[in-house]
């Protein structure tokens, strides 16, 4: 089994930026890939960014948002930069035992964190 926790959310003003970091613990050896997703309230939890052997992220990121994995710390880190207010979501960590090429799709991953809250000011 795999445990995952979620940290470094909170208010920030647009333009500004935030790290998140996922703890893993338990079986971390078995976890292959991990990613980032978010809901907003009101909508469908969004893909944001993955990273097995290389990243790979969502349009509405990419250029401001970096994925990054310590495997020795068991760690992943979502670094978020010029932060705009339809970037305001929980945002969640989740990892999988599996390479695949669907890492954009929420069911293809086995563990997940409780989430963390981004709020970004106008």
């Known amino acids: 089994q795999v445990q995952l926790v979620e940290s470094g959310g909170g208010l920030v003003q647009a333009g500004g930026s935030l790290r998140l970091s996922c703890a893993a613990s338990g079986r971390t050896f078995s976890v292959a890939t991990m990613g980032w997703f978010r809901q907003a309230p009101g909508k469908e939890r969004e893909f944001v960014a993955a990273m097995a052997w290389s990243a790979y992220y969502a349009d509405s990121v990419k250029g401001r948002f970096t994925i990054s994995r310590d495997n020795a710390k068991n760690m992943s880190y979502l670094q978020m930069n010029d932060l705009k207010p339809e970037d305001t979501a929980v945002y969640h960590c989740?990892?999988?035992?599996?390479?695949?090429?669907?890492?954009?799709?929420?069911?293809?991953?086995?563990?997940w964190g409780q989430g963390t809250q981004v709020t970004v000011s106008s």
């Open positions: 989740a990892g999988s035992t599996r390479f695949g090429l669907h890492l954009y799709r929420a069911d293809e991953y086995e563990f």
